[in-house]
């Protein structure tokens, strides 16, 4: 009996390994570079206008840039805005709608 509820134990965490989250699709993709315009590091809350969602927070080191993809408008261009994290919101207000075309390179100050 124990044998059988440890075939059925193992059986059951093999199966659920193999399960994954799904990735919200990105729709006409738009690869860009974020840059980092501080001369520290820091986070940024991010949101994209095209697919109506916010992104992964985005941790930047100074001086360096980081390839972005998010979802393109009909144009081929990311709409999206940002806002530096873990500072009161009226200190760093979203920034406004930027509208980025494919491998621009945009300053996140």
Do not use: H
């Not at 697919?51 to 390839?67: F, I, N, S």
Request: positive net charge; aromatic residues 8%.
């Amino acid at each position: 009996m124990k044998i059988k509820a440890l075939a059925i134990l193992v059986t059951t965490l093999a199966s659920l390994s193999g399960c994954q989250v799904a990735q919200p699709e990105i729709t006409n993709p738009v690869t860009w570079y974020a840059v980092n315009g501080w001369s520290e590091s820091v986070s940024f809350d991010m949101y994209d206008y095209v697919c109506e969602r916010t992104l992964p927070d985005m941790r930047l080191r100074p001086g360096r840039e980081v390839a972005v993809t998010t979802c393109g408008n009909a144009q081929g261009r990311a709409a999206i805005r940002y806002r530096r994290e873990g500072l009161a919101t009226t200190a760093t207000p979203w920034s406004q709608r930027r509208s980025i075309g494919a491998g621009s390179r945009v300053f996140l100050q």
